[in-house]
């Protein structure tokens, strides 16, 4: 972790209480994983992994399993240190320590591997193609704003941060 927010005023500190994104990244994902879910069953479109199905099947576990537990590391991470989950409430400290040193972004990160593990494991190009879907949601609607409010508000600070930890890995 590394200080707390600068002071802002004027017309900036009204935008600084929050990342203003624009789609809740929580909703992106539930919201993607659902409708992958009832293309897939109405609609099936397999994906036809031959030889390799035994093997990605087991990656695909592991994918879901990979997710999930950074999922909980950055949550926990970001509890530990006092400060938001939601990026609708204000980020009270910038986190560099947990799986925040390798990734910006490691529950974006988690959610992007769970729906890939979920392509596999149900074999299906509805979920495969959510993953790019995603992650340009992702990018656009929610680490966009977020990465705006972060530098505004931490400075420096987040400006060297971002030169030494990659966005995604």
Known sequence: MTGAPRAGNGPEAAHADHAR?????GLLFMGL??????????WPLPLPLGPLERHLLVSSVAAVALGLALGAWGFFSL?????????AEPTR???VRGPYRFTRNPLYLAQLLVMLGFAVLTRS?????????LAVLLHHLVIIPEERYLSRLFGDAYAAYCRKTRRWV
């Open 21 to 25: 994104v624009l789609a809740p990244p």
């Open 125 to 133: 190009g509805w979920f495969l193609g959510a993953v790019p879907f």
């Open 93 to 95: 400290r910038l986190v």
């Open 79 to 87: 509890r530990r240190s006092g400060t938001a989950v939601d990026p």
């Open 33 to 42: 994983l659902g409708t992958a879910g009832l293309l897939h069953y109405r």
